[in-house]
């Protein structure tokens, strides 16, 4: 029985000490809760700050609405035609320009020399021309040969008469018996030289002929 009573004072003075606890605790919950609500009860008083917003004006009332008037009654354009036929091109040809008039100059008329007081002459042989070459001039060789021929000759005359140089026109076949004509002719020709329109002795010229022939014994 002893035992028995002893437990169940220590079980009751254990209940009772949790209970003391357990109060405590809610006790404690309690004044905290309710300080903390009055602290953010407090808080929010402070911080709120009551601010009032200016009225603002009251705008005047819109006009009232007109009615539109009723836009204009437009015609429709006239129709288009596209396929319109182009203008005809008419080509103007521009004639050119007429040629310049270029003048005729007539050439100068030719100038006439004045008559001659005195009818030109050409030069003349003095003396006989068959004795400007004879058989004695026949050349050796020609004449060895029997070479004959005639030589056309043609001689110019100085003022003086005298023959100046010799040209064979007409060959003979032979050039031995055309260089016996020429030589013969310079040698021994002499001439009435030519006149000109004053009758003044001038530079002339004289044509002949001679001819080869081997002589007869």
């Not at 000490?17 to 905290?32: H, K, N, P, Q, T």
């Not at 129709?79 to 270029?102: D, E, G, L, R, Y």
């Not at 006439?112 to 006989?128: D, E, F, L, M």
């Amino acid at each position: 029985m002893a035992y028995a009573d002893r437990d169940r004072t220590t079980e009751n003075t254990v209940g009772m000490i949790i209970s003391a606890v357990l109060i405590a605790v809610v006790g404690w919950a309690l004044v905290s809760g309710l300080a903390y609500e009055g602290v953010k009860e407090l808080v929010k008083k402070v911080t709120t700050v009551d601010i009032k917003e200016p009225e603002k004006p009251k705008e005047p009332p819109p006009p009232p609405k007109q009615d539109a008037a009723p836009p204009p009654i437009v015609a429709p354009p006239p129709p288009v035609n596209i396929n319109v036929t182009p203008p005809p091109v008419t080509v103007v040809t521009t004639p050119p320009p007429p040629a310049p008039v270029v003048p005729i100059i007539a050439p100068p008329a030719p100038v006439v020399a004045p008559a001659p007081r005195v009818q030109p002459k050409g030069a003349v042989p003095r003396g006989n021309p068959a004795n400007w070459a004879t058989t004695n001039d026949y050349p050796t060789r020609a004449l060895r040969e029997e070479r004959e021929g005639t030589s056309g000759f043609r001689v110019t005359v100085s003022p003086e008469g005298r023959v100046t140089s010799c040209e064979i026109t007409s060959s003979s076949g032979s050039s031995d018996l055309d260089e016996a004509t020429c030589s013969n002719v310079t040698r021994r020709a002499r001439f009435n030289p030519a006149t000109d329109g004053e009758g003044q002795p001038t530079t002339g010229s004289y044509s002949n002929r001679i001819r080869w022939v081997i002589p007869k014994d």
